[in-house]
């Protein structure tokens, strides 16, 4: 068997990050990688070349142990020491470390797949993914689909989704509103998801079927699954839609722009919260079949000037995918891609489809898989025959059915012990539900009542803890002390005071100074932690920022305003 037909070469689909991207090379131009970590999901081969049938066995045995650290993934560093040298192999020794490789692969009931190639001392440096092979594995790759009002939101997750072209109506985005006065106005008030799958070979599962597909059906057939969180655009839902950007933590931003008003209403806003929330921006222009070409290249030069696009690359056909995907998976790079295409005639939606079965997933969950279960609850339900159901994303840990977790904090800060009935992912029963996946989770004798926005489940071992107070560093330019903006972080939304700035010396690309700034929450106290991000709206201050420290008393400050 020749061993392209046993290792399938793609591009990054898991959710680990790759080493490759790390390495370096020195005075000399040789290649290095971080030094290999004992635990982990990595492993550096300098050959599997002379592997004989018994070292084949413990290597498959290292392997086994590898993916469990990975949560079913695992990266291999061909032609790599353990010290990070890389040295490189020639093309037949290569190949037969390959071949030994989906040996031992095919024993676990895993494929593996060509990441990249580098060159080394001696030969190719060779990166792969390893992957087990199960039923209730997929990829999910999560997009925050935002705009202005009337940009064509809806009726592109609507084509996208249920594979109809749009009559020039909106007759494609009915099926992705939710409550009946949208369907009255047009307009999308509220957090719609819509799921678009694809199979190995990049093929659509949506449209596969003569009959409409539920969730189930795609999902029992897809290895990757694409979730669009279709937002409001309006102004006066800007809190849904901040709230979705925030508690869903999207993989990516679909900004759409309507080719004909361009730049307008919420999306500048809408794109300046995608940047402080760090969420790469894919800017998606519709409504070109209503322009011709010399207006659309007009059009798209004021779009990105009026954005201040840093690193714009207009993507028109599959030969630029390639460059693209590359750059977003170049953690030091900040791409922007831009697609042009219509609903109503369908031009360029295949290359948008193509890259949707093949955009590289933007966060890492590897690292958190073993850490204690955490669910950050966005919704809640009360469901006849099941009661009180609450969805969510698991960020840390894997939570099963019969899982015992802590429910809170509640408005004195305290948490309640709650078993979890079961667990649904995307509309599926499942076993588990893994970190960096979202699904619903029944509770057992909890009533919807005792359910707000900002709670949590979360592991009695993590050992959680409501707090007050807490100090982040903010990036504001009309941030002080005595005012009370309101705080969005995660799900979390509440006025709190700001009781001490002090200034620094950094400055951010727009020219505003980062600040030192302690906050009180003004209602009761809320789950965050450090690292975590934060947004300041309202009372005349607008920033962005990152909790430094929790649970901080007034008297280790000297109190002052800026």
């Given at each position: 068997m020749e061993p392209e037909d046993l290792v399938k070469a793609v591009r990054h689909e898991g959710h680990l990050k790759s080493v490759m991207a790390e390495a370096q090379r020195d005075a000399q131009g040789v290649l290095h990688l971080p030094h290999e970590i004992e635990a982990g999901p990595v492993e550096y081969k300098r050959t599997l070349v002379h592997a004989s049938e018994e070292r084949i066995v413990h290597l498959?045995?290292?392997?086994?142990?590898?993916?469990?650290?990975?949560?079913?993934?695992?990266?291999?560093?061909?032609?790599?020491?353990?010290?990070?040298?890389?040295?490189?192999?020639?093309?037949?020794?290569?190949?037969?470390?390959?071949?030994?490789?989906?040996k031992m692969a095919r024993n676990l009931n895993a494929e593996i797949s060509v990441l990249c190639e580098r060159e080394g001392q001696e030969?190719?440096?060779?990166?792969?993914?390893?992957r087990e092979l199960r039923e209730d594995r997929y990829l999910d790759i999560r997009f925050a689909v935002c705009g202005n009002v009337s940009a064509g939101k809806s009726t592109l997750v609507g084509?996208?989704?249920?594979?109809?072209?749009?009559?020039?109506?909106?007759?494609?985005?009915?099926?992705c509103f939710t409550h009946p006065h949208e369907l009255i106005s047009g307009q999308t008030s509220s957090i719609t998801q819509e799921i678009m799958g694809f199979d190995r070979e990049g093929n659509c599962i949506n449209y596969s079927s003569i009959q409409d597909m539920s969730w189930g059906d795609i999902i029992e057939q897809s290895y990757r699954v694409i979730s669009f969180f279709d937002l409001a655009g309006h102004e006066r839902y800007l809190k849904t839609t901040l709230y979705g950007m925030s508690g869903q933590m999207p993989d990516y931003s679909f900004l759409v722009v309507s080719a004909e008003s361009g730049v307008g209403g919420t999306t500048r806003e809408h794109y300046e919260l995608s940047v402080a929330l760090k969420i790469p921006v894919v800017i998606v222009i519709t409504h070109i079949d209503s322009i011709s070409e010399e207006e659309l290249q007009v059009a798209t030069e004021k779009i990105i000037f009026d954005l201040n696009l840093t690193n714009p690359m207009t993507v028109s056909e599959e030969d630029d995918l390639k460059e693209c995907f590359e750059l977003l998976q170049d953690p030091n790079t900040c791409c922007e891609p831009i697609f042009f295409v219509s609903c109503v005639t369908g031009q360029s939606l295949d290359l948008l489809r193509t890259f949707l079965s093949g955009v590289p997933p933007r966060l890492v969950w590897g690292l958190q898989?073993?850490?204690?279960?955490?669910?950050?609850?966005?919704?809640?339900?009360?469901?006849?025959?099941?009661?009180?159901?609450?969805?969510?994303?698991?960020?840390?840990?894997?939570?099963?059915?019969?899982?015992?977790l802590l429910l809170?904090?509640?408005?004195?800060?305290?948490?309640?012990?709650?078993?979890?009935?079961?667990?649904?992912?995307?509309?599926?029963?499942?076993?588990q539900i893994v970190c960096g996946d979202d699904g619903s989770f029944a509770l057992q004798d909890t009533p919807r009542s005792q359910i707000r926005k900002g709670m949590v489940l979360v592991s009695s071992r993590a050992k959680p803890k409501a707090v007050w107070t807490f100090e982040a560093n903010v990036v504001s330019t009309s941030v002080r002390t005595n005012i009370e903006p309101i705080v969005q972080s995660r799900t979390v939304r509440q006025s709190a005071r700001i009781w001490h700035v002090e200034g620094t010396d950094v400055r951010s690309s727009l020219g505003a100074k980062s600040n030192i700034v302690c906050f009180k929450f003004k209602y009761q106290p809320e789950y965050v932690k450090p690292g975590m991000r934060i947004i300041l709206r309202e009372a005349g201050c607008k920033g962005i920022g990152t909790i430094t420290k929790v649970d901080i008393l007034e008297s280790d400050y000297t109190l002052f305003s800026t």
């Open positions: 498959t045995s290292q392997m086994k142990w590898r993916l469990r650290e990975g949560g079913g993934e695992a990266l291999y560093e061909i032609g790599v020491d353990d010290d990070g040298t890389a040295f490189g192999l020639c093309p037949c020794d290569l190949e037969k470390s390959l071949k030994n490789l989906a030969g190719k440096v060779c990166e792969l993914l390893v084509v996208l989704c249920f594979g109809e072209l749009d009559d020039g109506d909106g007759a494609a985005r009915i099926d898989l073993h850490e204690p279960e955490e669910v950050v609850i966005d919704k809640s339900y009360d469901v006849s025959g099941v009661g009180t159901v609450v969805t969510g994303t698991v960020v840390s840990g894997t939570v099963h059915p019969n899982s015992e809170g904090p509640k408005s004195d800060g305290s948490f309640t012990p709650v078993t979890i009935n079961s667990v649904h992912k995307k509309r599926v029963p499942v076993n």
